[in-house]
């Protein structure tokens, strides 16, 4: 059990670390593309921790949250943008949504003992 526990553990990281490297590179060149990278992390984050009931997971549950609903709230925004166009309100609102992001990768990371 603690090994199978472990295994999500290390998977639920390494996605973790591939959400925070598609994010440095977003706030490096501002490519839109990279969402799609980051939504591909999001989701193999939840499939890992999404109905675990072990200590870790249920530890890093708020700042996953986080992560799930803001990300949610990014797509939401990018999808009401006319052709693809983001105006200042909408990158106000993403900026937001990404640095809330930002914020509980770290906090995760920390509590993990990754940083």
């Known amino acids: 059990m603690q090994q199978e526990a472990n295994e999500h553990h290390i998977a639920f990281i390494e996605q973790l670390v591939r959400l925070n490297g598609a994010m440095a590179e977003l706030f490096k060149n501002s490519n839109l593309e990279l969402f799609g990278e980051m939504n591909k992390a999001i989701k193999a984050m939840y499939r890992e921790q999404h109905g675990k009931d072990d200590e870790v997971f249920r530890a890093i549950d708020p700042d996953c949250e986080v992560i799930y609903e803001n990300f949610d709230m990014i797509i939401a925004v990018l999808r009401t943008t006319e052709n693809g166009v983001i105006d200042e309100g909408a990158r106000k609102a993403l900026n937001k949504f ?6 509980a990768v770290v906090n995760i990371a920390s509590m993990l003992g990754v940083i």
Do not use: K, M, P, T
């Open 98 to 103: 990404l640095h809330n992001i930002d914020e």
